[in-house]
T-cell receptor, first 118, second 114 residues
Framework: AQTVTQSQPEMSVQEAETVTLSCTYD???????LFWYKQPPSRQMILVIR??????QNATENRFSVNFQKAAKSFSLKISDSQLGDAAMYFC???????????????FGKGTKLTVNP | KAGVTQTPRYLIKTRGQQVTLSCSPI?????VSWYQQTPGQGLQFLFE???????NKGNFPGRFSGRQFSNSRSEMNVSTLELGDSALYLC?????????????FGPGTRLTVT
Protein backbone atom coordinates (compact mmCIF):
# COMPACT_ATOMS: atom_id res chain seq x y z
CA ALA A 1 0.00 0.00 0.00
CA GLN A 2 1.11 3.50 -0.72
CA THR A 3 1.87 5.94 2.08
CA VAL A 4 2.45 9.68 2.12
CA THR A 5 4.38 11.44 4.87
CA GLN A 6 4.47 15.14 5.65
CA SER A 7 7.04 15.64 8.39
CA GLN A 8 6.22 19.28 9.15
CA PRO A 9 2.93 19.60 11.07
CA GLU A 10 3.28 23.38 11.09
CA MET A 11 5.28 25.96 9.19
CA SER A 12 5.31 29.74 9.21
CA VAL A 13 6.58 32.29 6.71
CA GLN A 14 6.77 36.04 6.47
CA GLU A 15 4.67 37.71 3.83
CA ALA A 16 6.59 38.02 0.53
CA GLU A 17 9.11 35.36 1.57
CA THR A 18 9.54 31.83 0.23
CA VAL A 19 8.64 28.64 2.04
CA THR A 20 9.08 24.96 1.18
CA LEU A 21 6.78 22.22 2.41
CA SER A 22 8.12 18.67 2.45
CA CYS A 23 6.47 15.44 1.36
CA THR A 24 7.80 11.94 0.95
CA TYR A 25 5.93 8.91 -0.25
CA ASP A 26 6.36 5.20 -0.52
CA UNK A 27 5.19 3.12 -3.47
CA UNK A 28 6.26 0.17 -5.55
CA UNK A 29 4.52 1.56 -8.62
CA UNK A 30 6.45 3.24 -11.39
CA UNK A 31 3.63 5.34 -12.79
CA UNK A 32 1.55 7.58 -10.56
CA UNK A 33 0.48 11.14 -9.90
CA LEU A 34 1.28 13.48 -7.05
CA PHE A 35 -0.73 16.48 -5.90
CA TRP A 36 -0.66 19.33 -3.45
CA TYR A 37 -4.04 20.41 -2.14
CA LYS A 38 -4.82 23.51 -0.09
CA GLN A 39 -7.57 23.62 2.54
CA PRO A 40 -8.15 27.13 3.93
CA PRO A 41 -9.89 27.37 7.31
CA SER A 42 -13.55 26.39 6.93
CA ARG A 43 -13.25 26.43 3.16
CA GLN A 44 -13.15 23.88 0.41
CA MET A 45 -10.12 21.85 -0.57
CA ILE A 46 -8.62 23.03 -3.84
CA LEU A 47 -5.89 21.65 -6.05
CA VAL A 48 -2.68 23.70 -6.02
CA ILE A 49 -0.45 21.74 -8.34
CA ARG A 50 0.01 18.26 -9.78
CA UNK A 51 2.90 16.22 -11.12
CA UNK A 52 2.88 13.18 -13.35
CA UNK A 53 5.62 10.75 -12.30
CA UNK A 54 6.69 10.04 -15.88
CA UNK A 55 7.51 13.73 -16.40
CA UNK A 56 11.00 14.74 -15.36
CA GLN A 57 10.22 18.43 -15.51
CA ASN A 58 9.00 19.93 -12.25
CA ALA A 59 5.48 21.39 -12.36
CA THR A 60 4.96 25.11 -11.85
CA GLU A 61 1.79 27.12 -11.32
CA ASN A 62 2.44 30.83 -10.89
CA ARG A 63 4.02 31.25 -7.41
CA PHE A 64 3.82 27.52 -6.68
CA SER A 65 6.42 25.02 -7.86
CA VAL A 66 7.46 21.53 -6.90
CA ASN A 67 10.75 19.72 -6.54
CA PHE A 68 10.02 16.18 -7.65
CA GLN A 69 12.77 13.65 -6.90
CA LYS A 70 11.44 10.31 -8.13
CA ALA A 71 14.36 8.19 -6.97
CA ALA A 72 14.23 9.70 -3.50
CA LYS A 73 10.40 9.58 -3.51
CA SER A 74 10.27 13.20 -2.50
CA PHE A 75 7.78 15.85 -3.62
CA SER A 76 8.21 19.25 -1.98
CA LEU A 77 6.14 22.37 -2.61
CA LYS A 78 7.75 25.79 -2.86
CA ILE A 79 5.61 28.88 -2.40
CA SER A 80 7.28 32.07 -3.55
CA ASP A 81 6.26 35.62 -2.59
CA SER A 82 3.96 34.27 0.13
CA GLN A 83 0.65 36.06 0.57
CA LEU A 84 -1.74 36.20 3.51
CA GLY A 85 -4.23 34.20 1.44
CA ASP A 86 -1.78 31.31 1.29
CA ALA A 87 -2.44 30.52 4.95
CA ALA A 88 -4.07 27.09 5.01
CA MET A 89 -3.56 23.39 5.57
CA TYR A 90 -1.56 21.88 2.73
CA PHE A 91 -1.96 18.23 1.89
CA CYS A 92 0.30 16.13 -0.28
CA UNK A 93 -1.55 13.34 -2.08
CA UNK A 94 -0.73 10.30 -4.21
CA UNK A 95 -2.80 8.65 -6.91
CA UNK A 96 -2.07 5.53 -8.87
CA UNK A 97 -2.04 5.84 -12.63
CA UNK A 98 -4.94 4.83 -14.83
CA UNK A 99 -3.16 1.56 -15.55
CA UNK A 100 -3.84 0.52 -11.96
CA UNK A 101 -7.58 0.02 -12.43
CA UNK A 102 -8.57 3.60 -13.13
CA UNK A 103 -9.51 4.45 -9.56
CA UNK A 104 -9.50 8.07 -8.48
CA UNK A 105 -8.47 7.16 -4.93
CA UNK A 106 -6.16 9.69 -3.32
CA UNK A 107 -3.80 8.81 -0.47
CA PHE A 108 -3.16 11.90 1.64
CA GLY A 109 -0.44 12.94 4.02
CA LYS A 110 -1.41 14.31 7.44
CA GLY A 111 -1.00 17.89 6.28
CA THR A 112 1.11 20.94 7.07
CA LYS A 113 -0.50 24.00 8.60
CA LEU A 114 1.02 27.09 7.00
CA THR A 115 0.84 30.43 8.77
CA VAL A 116 1.72 33.60 6.90
CA ASN A 117 2.85 36.47 9.09
CA PRO A 118 2.32 40.07 7.91
CA LYS B 1 -20.67 25.76 -13.69
CA ALA B 2 -21.96 24.74 -10.26
CA GLY B 3 -19.46 23.10 -7.95
CA VAL B 4 -19.77 19.97 -5.85
CA THR B 5 -22.53 20.30 -3.31
CA GLN B 6 -23.00 18.34 -0.12
CA THR B 7 -26.03 18.20 2.10
CA PRO B 8 -26.52 18.66 4.91
CA ARG B 9 -23.57 20.82 5.89
CA TYR B 10 -23.88 20.09 9.59
CA LEU B 11 -25.44 17.19 11.41
CA ILE B 12 -25.71 16.13 15.03
CA LYS B 13 -26.65 12.55 15.77
CA THR B 14 -26.76 10.27 18.77
CA ARG B 15 -24.80 7.06 19.18
CA GLY B 16 -26.59 4.12 17.64
CA GLN B 17 -28.49 6.17 15.08
CA GLN B 18 -27.86 6.07 11.37
CA VAL B 19 -27.16 8.92 8.98
CA THR B 20 -27.26 9.53 5.24
CA LEU B 21 -25.10 12.15 3.56
CA SER B 22 -25.58 13.36 0.02
CA CYS B 23 -23.18 14.57 -2.64
CA SER B 24 -24.07 16.12 -5.99
CA PRO B 25 -21.10 16.17 -8.37
CA ILE B 26 -20.27 18.70 -11.01
CA UNK B 27 -22.37 18.22 -14.13
CA UNK B 28 -20.75 15.67 -16.42
CA UNK B 29 -18.63 14.10 -13.70
CA UNK B 30 -19.19 10.38 -13.31
CA UNK B 31 -16.84 9.60 -10.43
CA VAL B 32 -17.60 10.43 -6.83
CA SER B 33 -15.20 9.66 -4.01
CA TRP B 34 -15.81 9.98 -0.27
CA TYR B 35 -13.26 10.82 2.40
CA GLN B 36 -13.39 11.04 6.18
CA GLN B 37 -11.32 13.82 7.74
CA THR B 38 -10.48 13.78 11.45
CA PRO B 39 -7.76 15.57 13.42
CA GLY B 40 -6.21 12.28 14.48
CA GLN B 41 -6.35 10.19 11.31
CA GLY B 42 -6.32 12.93 8.71
CA LEU B 43 -7.99 12.29 5.37
CA GLN B 44 -8.95 8.69 4.78
CA PHE B 45 -10.52 7.26 1.65
CA LEU B 46 -13.90 5.64 2.16
CA PHE B 47 -15.03 4.57 -1.31
CA GLU B 48 -15.38 5.64 -4.90
CA UNK B 49 -18.28 5.23 -7.27
CA UNK B 50 -18.15 5.42 -11.03
CA UNK B 51 -21.19 4.97 -13.23
CA UNK B 52 -23.24 3.58 -10.32
CA UNK B 53 -20.61 0.93 -9.48
CA UNK B 54 -18.28 0.92 -6.49
CA UNK B 55 -14.83 1.02 -8.04
CA ASN B 56 -12.71 1.11 -4.92
CA LYS B 57 -13.20 0.82 -1.18
CA GLY B 58 -11.14 1.92 1.78
CA ASN B 59 -10.53 0.13 5.04
CA PHE B 60 -13.70 1.01 6.92
CA PRO B 61 -16.18 -1.28 8.66
CA GLY B 62 -19.33 -2.43 6.94
CA ARG B 63 -21.33 0.20 8.82
CA PHE B 64 -20.15 2.58 6.14
CA SER B 65 -21.85 2.13 2.81
CA GLY B 66 -22.63 4.15 -0.24
CA ARG B 67 -24.35 4.21 -3.55
CA GLN B 68 -24.51 6.23 -6.72
CA PHE B 69 -27.54 7.04 -8.78
CA SER B 70 -27.92 7.26 -12.54
CA ASN B 71 -27.50 11.06 -12.41
CA SER B 72 -24.14 10.52 -10.63
CA ARG B 73 -25.39 11.86 -7.32
CA SER B 74 -24.05 9.81 -4.47
CA GLU B 75 -25.09 9.05 -0.94
CA MET B 76 -23.17 7.52 1.91
CA ASN B 77 -24.78 5.91 4.90
CA VAL B 78 -23.37 5.20 8.32
CA SER B 79 -25.34 2.87 10.53
CA THR B 80 -25.05 2.35 14.28
CA LEU B 81 -23.11 5.55 14.78
CA GLU B 82 -20.18 5.61 17.18
CA LEU B 83 -18.51 8.61 18.82
CA GLY B 84 -15.47 8.01 16.64
CA ASP B 85 -17.53 8.63 13.51
CA SER B 86 -17.55 12.34 14.33
CA ALA B 87 -15.70 13.88 11.40
CA LEU B 88 -15.83 16.06 8.34
CA TYR B 89 -17.00 13.95 5.42
CA LEU B 90 -15.80 15.20 2.06
CA CYS B 91 -16.84 14.11 -1.35
CA UNK B 92 -14.95 14.78 -4.55
CA UNK B 93 -16.02 14.44 -8.13
CA UNK B 94 -14.14 14.04 -11.38
CA UNK B 95 -14.74 12.88 -14.91
CA UNK B 96 -13.48 9.51 -13.75
CA UNK B 97 -11.90 8.33 -16.95
CA UNK B 98 -8.59 7.61 -15.27
CA UNK B 99 -6.62 10.44 -16.81
CA UNK B 100 -5.20 13.13 -14.62
CA UNK B 101 -8.36 15.12 -14.33
CA UNK B 102 -8.70 17.32 -11.31
CA UNK B 103 -10.87 16.11 -8.47
CA UNK B 104 -13.15 18.84 -7.19
CA PHE B 105 -14.05 18.73 -3.54
CA GLY B 106 -17.30 19.74 -1.90
CA PRO B 107 -17.50 21.83 1.28
CA GLY B 108 -18.07 18.75 3.41
CA THR B 109 -20.63 17.58 5.93
CA ARG B 110 -19.58 17.97 9.53
CA LEU B 111 -21.04 15.09 11.52
CA THR B 112 -21.06 15.22 15.31
CA VAL B 113 -22.02 12.09 17.20
CA THR B 114 -23.00 12.56 20.84
Amino acid sequence: AQTVTQSQPEMSVQEAETVTLSCTYDTSESDYYLFWYKQPPSRQMILVIRQEAYKQQNATENRFSVNFQKAAKSFSLKISDSQLGDAAMYFCAYRSSSLQGGSEKLVFGKGTKLTVNP
Amino acid sequence: KAGVTQTPRYLIKTRGQQVTLSCSPISGHRSVSWYQQTPGQGLQFLFEYFSETQRNKGNFPGRFSGRQFSNSRSEMNVSTLELGDSALYLCASSRGTGSVYEQYFGPGTRLTVT
